[in-house]
């Protein structure tokens, strides 16, 4: 088995236990589930080089128009964001998780919470402040978009 069967095999084998753990938290209360999964996201976003970018943009500028601006340019995501006084959305057509857009996992409820994590951290480290997400809709619950809200004036 060369390099790449070996990646994907490993790919595979961590698809199918993270199914595993996301079916599992279906059986546990809301509020648990939610508090993991936002972990996750987090957790996901320090893992990849748009931490690094949401650091780099947060340590160049203090101009919220033009963080947002470079948010769309530097940071990929599944829809643009855009503003409203203190809220920024984004709708999503098409799943913005590499491991649902991979195969890697099973589009599920669940893991739309850790994209709500991820989107929360990306955020408060570009503000530099912290910020409220609300997932209005989330294509894994059934919906034709995903919504993503973040409110900055949250203290």
Do not use: Y
């Not at 199914?19 to 957790?43: F, H, K």
């Not at 855009?82 to 996992?105: F, H, M, N, Y």
């Not at 919470?113 to 929360?120: A, P």
């Not at 955020?123 to 995903?146: N, S, W």
């Amino acid at each position: 088995m060369d390099e790449v069967d070996e990646k994907m095999e490993a790919l595979r084998l961590a698809g199918g236990v993270l199914n595993s753990i996301l079916e599992g938290l279906e059986e546990v209360d809301s509020e648990t589930r939610q508090r993991i999964m936002e972990r996750c996201g987090e957790a996901c976003a320090m893992a990849t080089v748009d931490f690094e970018t949401a650091r780099e943009i947060a340590g160049e500028s203090t101009d919220e128009e033009e963080i947002l601006r470079r948010l769309n340019e530097e940071i990929p995501w599944c829809g643009a964001w855009t503003r409203e006084g203190d809220v920024v959305g984004s709708t999503c057509i098409r799943c913005g998780c590499p491991l649902v857009r991979s195969g890697a996992v099973d589009l599920r409820g669940t893991l739309c919470l850790c994209s709500r994590g991820w989107v929360k951290k990306v955020f408060e480290t570009l503000f530099k402040r912290p910020v409220d997400v609300d997932l209005e809709k989330a294509i894994g619950l059934g919906d034709e978009v995903c919504k993503f809200v973040v409110h900055l004036g949250a203290e």
